[in-house]
């Protein structure tokens, strides 16, 4: 569950920019939850930070989050018309956003547009449901290229200087699908259960030069990509779409509601704390109880 994607054909499920979280109301209230009031205590005065998939859903409020925190982020996407209002939103704010146009099946660009970073948000994502013997197989190589191979490259472009001051911050929002697997989601459940690995790997090089790498993991976010896979679920349930938000997407989550972007922005935020620096190698579930089964 997660955000909208900087790159590929298809769209996103659970935990990523479509993600769920923590609230009440029927099964069916798919209506927005307050959100907390007095965000976490930040300042990033100075820094640069880079967030994937920053031109709608979690990319975007992370992109904001970070920028009201005093950072100036580079806001990667390639949607050019999303990050154009991202950054007219962003006006006004203690830091900056630079919009930065890009596909991220461009591994090598990836790469190089991470240099000089000090907060790395891995966030872009898509998602396709079908059943495995009709998953597309360029579908499937899309999906681990954008969600896998581009944030081990983006990691890779970021340490040199992260390593070079002895601080720095990688955030690889993954999902309750890098927990735990659904059907229909070979794709989205095999990247996000790579990016868990490649996180804690990060974790274990970057603890003793001043760099924690955690994963963030939503449940099903309220994000237009949760829109399209109400879509596809209802086409591979073969069940109304009305149907897909109780039945399927929240049946499993003790909290009946969909997450809010802003919600997963301030965990985002709060591992960039001083606070959260003995946080390092875990995966923080915002998952309105979907995991404790």
Aim: aromatic share 4%.
């Amino acid at each position: 569950m997660t955000a909208p994607t900087t790159s590929g054909p298809v769209s996103r499920p659970p935990g990523s920019a479509a993600a769920e979280a923590s609230g009440g109301g029927p099964a069916s209230d798919s209506s927005p939850a307050t959100a907390p009031t007095a965000p976490v205590a930040l300042d990033l005065g100075g820094r640069v930070a880079l967030v994937t998939g920053a031109a709608s859903g979690i990319g975007r409020a992370c992109a904001l989050r970070l920028a009201a925190a005093g950072a100036r982020v580079r806001a990667v996407d390639r949607d050019a018309e999303g990050l154009d209002g991202l950054a007219m939103d962003a006006k006004g704010l203690v830091g900056a956003v630079e919009p930065s146009v890009l596909d991220l099946t461009d591994l090598d660009a990836a790469e190089r547009v991470a240099a000089g970073t000090d907060v790395l948000v891995n966030n872009a994502g898509l998602q396709l449901v079908r059943p495995i013997e009709e998953f597309p197989a360029e579908v499937f190589h899309t999906v681990l290229t954008v969600m896998l191979e581009a944030p081990f490259r983006l990691i890779r472009g970021a340490l040199p200087h992260m390593y070079g001051q002895g601080w720095g911050r990688i955030i690889n929002v993954s999902s309750v699908h890098g927990l735990r697997a659904s059907a229909f989601k070979s794709a989205y459940v095999a990247a996000k259960h790579g990016l868990e690995g490649l996180s804690k790997t990060a974790a274990l090089e970057g603890a003793s030069r001043g760099v924690t790498s955690n994963c963030v993991n939503p449940g099903y976010v309220r994000t237009p990509l949760v829109e399209k896979q109400i879509a596809d679920q209802a086409e591979t349930h073969r069940i109304p779409e009305e149907r897909v938000l109780a039945d399927v997407l929240l049946q499993d989550s003790a909290l009946k509601r969909l997450l809010e972007p802003d919600e997963v922005a301030e965990a985002v935020a709060y591992l960039c704390t001083p606070q959260a620096s003995f946080i390092t190698g875990t995966s923080l579930a915002l998952d309105g109880g979907w995991t404790a089964h």
